[in-house]
């Protein structure tokens, strides 16, 4: 998003020069936070809820965007953040589960 901010604004039809830079560096910022708490093996119950969390909110937003149909993107735009949405759905909730059952076992 970062490196080719102009490619995707012309595929969803954004004009904001800004809007794929600022989305991309957080959500590089974000993959960071995942990472350290792969990395680290951190077993605490938050920290996966949290992400598990912040996905939840990715979906929710997603899919307001493409119910609404906000922002007047193409469809592929439309399409593309609807299949994202799901995607990132499924994962955080695999995290979530696995992480309930993982601690209710007492597995680490």
């Not at 954004?14 to 910022?29: D, E, H, K, M, T």
């Not at 920290?47 to 969390?53: D, K, M």
């Not at 609807?82 to 597995?107: C, D, E, M, S, T």
């Amino acid at each position: 998003m970062v490196l080719f901010s102009g490619k995707l604004n012309t595929f969803f039809n954004i004009s904001n020069p800004y809007i794929f830079p600022v989305l991309g560096i957080n959500l590089l910022v974000f993959a960071v936070f995942v990472g350290y708490v792969v990395q680290k093996k951190i077993h605490d119950k938050r920290f996966v809820n949290l992400i598990s969390g912040l996905d939840a909110l990715w979906v929710v937003g997603s899919l307001g965007i493409v119910v609404f149909q906000l922002f007047d993107l193409t469809s592929n735009g439309y399409t593309v953040i609807g299949l994202v949405a799901v995607w990132i759905g499924f994962l955080g909730y695999k995290q979530f589960v696995n992480n309930n059952n993982v601690l209710a076992k007492g597995k680490f």
